[in-house]
């Protein structure tokens, strides 16, 4: 059982930065794709980054250029550094965990941690 707990959202001015953080537990880090979501209120979640086991990353257009992810695979950890924040960027931020198997993909899912831009 994979268990990831979040930390680091908070209340922000626009402008500023903040940086999320990702603690995996209960597996193999290195072999896990890493990805954050974000979900504004009632709207679906969306990808906003994601790492792969081997490196490779990936950003939703809206966050290029200010988000940076990257992973310690000795810490078991995967961050999001958020800058010039929006308040479009506002709403809840999830970790996952993604193991691909014999062609079948395994999803885990943090709790979430709230990010609200505002003024």
């Known amino acids: 059982q994979v268990q990831l707990v979040e930390s680091g959202g908070g209340l922000v001015q626009p402008g500023g930065s903040l940086r999320l953080s990702c603690a995996a537990s209960?597996?193999?880090?290195?072999?896990?794709?890493m990805a954050w979501y974000r979900q504004a209120p009632e709207k679906q979640r969306d990808l906003v980054a994601q790492i792969t086991s081997s490196g490779s990353i990936n950003y939703a257009d809206s966050v290029k250029g200010r988000f940076t992810i990257s992973r310690d695979n000795a810490k078991n950890t995967v961050s999001l550094q958020m800058n010039s924040l929006k308040p479009e960027d506002t709403g809840v931020y999830y970790c996952?965990?993604?193991?691909?198997?014999?062609?079948?993909?395994?999803?885990?899912w943090g709790q979430g941690t709230q990010v609200t831009v505002s003024s």
């Open positions: 996952k965990a993604q193991l691909r198997r014999n062609g079948l993909f395994f999803d885990y």
């Open positions: 209960g597996t193999i880090f290195n072999d896990y794709a």
